[in-house]
């Protein structure tokens, strides 16, 4: 076996200086004015924005006298190994070498290749990717597809009616954080890698076990090798080795929790430049997600005419029943059409304009929420730690999150001392914020199941027949659900602290379960205006609004 030793290298840290940094409730009470000094310095370029970045980083750097500092390097912070480069583990290691330490990332792919289609960053994900790294972030939003900008929400999937607008920019806007986005998880990938530095990550090398040696840890990779540092970052999934080996667990039978649905996922080219969209203008909505009993559909505009849609029906695990098999139909596609057949007519449309062969089916997992994170110098992050169910769309949101947790309390450590009390308040920090995501998901998910807009709607299979029956005669009357009508009018009154929750976290302190973007610490608010920073669209406020009585409103 080969021991082999890694040497610390330096790099640029970064904080904003006090008096740039405006508060959320400042950011609220002074919003005209800080998006007025936005539109001067952000209209011109992305040039721009950079340059304006340049500044806080001097001043950071330079302290009040505001002379541009020489760049402060740090030698004596921890060495730090990263099992598993994708979201978590790179964004983790981009921000461990932002802080000056010395990283090397194992990753079990020889190479990324282009998969999975494009994923969401809300705005406190990119928050956090903000105050990790700013070239990154503005890469992302160089690259991404803005849809926080648009209306997004909930619909009733037979009649396609809405059933709750949602209002994604008040967050944003509130605490100075970027409007949610989407991109492709591979251009994603490639952004990180670069921050990251490719001669810092091992590609197709397996870190098999770990062991706490003293005041170091030994990661062991199947080719034999071994690596030494003072911290080692578990970032290989929800399948993840390290964990199994921390908890006991069967690396080939992780305890995870089956969610009760499998989703069909596929990217169609819906509307201009491809063909002339019918149901759904995306250049004022942005996702929707149509409700309805056994199965929901979320779609989003992805930019460039393509719509990413995820449909999730409620069957067994393994992916051994009809739907999964298609015994019925020639393909995934022609399924989904006759499962969605009674459904309105924008979600069939996404189904009409879907190359069969671009379906993929998955089943839906996540992890109960378990504090057992960190094991001696080895922690867990991202969907090792805390996997949630998709619904939400923060899985790597939160990732981002626990990584700029994780450096931020790593970068107090001398060398390889107080590593272990590091990694103790990462854990403190993050532990209730991504229990409360987790609930929140799940949630989501039962929601979608429990909804039927009208009474006696897909009574339950329990019933007994004659009830069955019943039920069904009595739907044909179209009477309102009292739970859905419920429903809306508790979802009027708390979708918008729960969006602010999830997006920016209320400013509550992270150990208490508040968002982790860096604000007020490690970056800027900042807003972004349409027409300068975001497209212009032809929107009012009126269009975010629901109309008609709370409870039957649409
Ligand atoms: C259908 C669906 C839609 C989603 N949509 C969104 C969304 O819109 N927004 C969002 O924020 N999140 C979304 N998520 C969640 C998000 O994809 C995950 O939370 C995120 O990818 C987790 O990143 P990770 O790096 O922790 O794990 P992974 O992405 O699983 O990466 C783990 C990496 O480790 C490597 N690896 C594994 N084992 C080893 C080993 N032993 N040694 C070395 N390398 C190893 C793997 O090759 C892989 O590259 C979605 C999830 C699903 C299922």
Redesign the pocket.
Known sequence: MTMVSLTTTTSLTRAAPVGAVVGARAQRRYGTRTRRAERTSADVSKTTRRARRVVVVANADAGESGETAAVTTKKNLPKVLV???????LIAAAACKRKGMDVTV????KKYEPFGGP???QCN?QGALDSICPDMAEKVMEKGTITGDRVNGLLDGVSGEWFYRFDTRKPCHDNGLPLTLVLSRFELLDILSEGVGTENIEMG????SYENKGDKVVATLADGREFEGDVLIG????RS?LRAQMRGEDPEKPPLAYAGYA?Y?AVCKYSQPHREPQHTDPNKVGYQVFLGPKQYFVSSDVGNGEQQY?AFLEVPAGGDDEFAKCENWENYREMLMDRFKDWCPAVMERLECTRPEDVER?D?NDLLPDPRWIDGRMALL???AH?VQ?NL?????Q?IESSYVLADELSKCEGGKGVQTALMKYAARRFLRTGAIHGLSRFSSLMNTFYRRHLGDEPYDWYPESVRNMWLEVSKAKIPHPGSVMGQIILMGSMPIILEYVGAGYGIPGVLGGASTGNGKDRVPRSQIPGISAPLRDLTAEDFKMRGIPGLAK
């Open positions: 099992a598993g480069g994708g979201i978590a583990g194992f990753e079990k792919v994923i969401q960053l994900a090398t397996v870190v098999t970032a290989d999934g929800i080795k989703v996922t995820y998955r839906v991202g969907d090792s996997a998709p769309g923060q899985g790597g949101g990732a």
